[in-house]
């Protein structure tokens, strides 16, 4: 399976901390996506980040990606109670159009 | 604002009905995809389709069947429910390589 996998599974901070979950998948990329749901919700896209690019920001997100170890991480810096939700990397399939979830890490922050 | 759209949110059906999920999206994109999302399996793709009228199996086809006879519409059809297809079901629409924009999700129980 060309399936990605999120570390930890589950992670639980204070608010304010900052949060970092980690994916890896298995085969050459052309971007690999993070996605967050809230419970019992549809997936809401987050950030994007090409093979050829090493870092991407977007606000309190900070992705990195390190093709040659085939691995991603994601940090949430100043983590807010609002930010407890599942966390998925999602990566295409080098050929087509398809992309692969992880099965997610469950981030709970706590006021 | 983009949208994509699901028939249900919840969905109670018998074993060996014929149930039909719809699902809408209003951004004009190519491709369309059906999830199922299982606890501790994470999101697992059913079908996607990257064209009118057409369709590729993704991981778990069996059981299923799609439709897509206009570009905003994608059908998944469980032709005989099972109680092993009791699941959430996502549907998503992205254009080529880029970010995937989910529906709400509909949450099917077969009894």
């Known amino acids: 399976s060309q399936q990605g996998e999120e570390d930890p599974q589950a992670l639980s901070i204070q608010e304010g901390e900052n949060a970092t979950m980690n994916c890896s998948y298995k085969t050459s990329i052309n971007n690999l996506q993070w996605y967050r749901q809230n419970s019992g919700r549809g997936l809401v896209h987050l950030i994007l980040?090409?093979?050829?690019?090493r870092e991407k920001h977007s606000g309190r997100l900070r992705v990195t990606l390190d093709t040659s170890k085939k691995s991603s991480s994601l940090l949430i810096t100043a983590s807010r109670a609002a930010d407890t939700a599942s966390y998925f990397c999602?990566?295409?399939?080098?050929?087509?159009?398809?992309?692969?979830f992880g099965t997610g890490t469950s981030l709970t922050v706590i006021p | 604002d983009v949208k994509v759209t699901q028939s249900s949110r919840y969905l109670v059906k018998r074993t060996g009905e014929k149930v039909f999920l719809e699902c809408v999206q209003d951004?004009?994109?190519?491709?369309m995809f059906w999830y199922r999302q299982d606890p501790g399996l994470g999101l697992r793709l059913i079908y996607f389709s990257y064209d009118v009228k057409m369709k590729e199996k993704g991981d778990i086809p069996e059981g299923y069947s799609v439709s897509r006879e206009k570009k905003e519409r994608f059908s998944l059809i469980l032709e005989s429910a099972s109680t092993n297809q009791t699941s959430m079901y996502l549907c998503?629409?992205?254009?080529?390589?880029?970010?995937?924009?989910f529906g709400p999700g509909t949450r099917l129980t077969v009894t």
């Open positions: 999602a990566t295409d399939v080098n050929t087509g159009n398809q992309f692969y």
């Open positions: 998503a629409s992205s254009s080529w390589l880029n970010e995937q924009y």
């Open positions: 951004m004009d994109h190519e491709n």
């Open positions: 980040i090409r093979s050829n690019e």
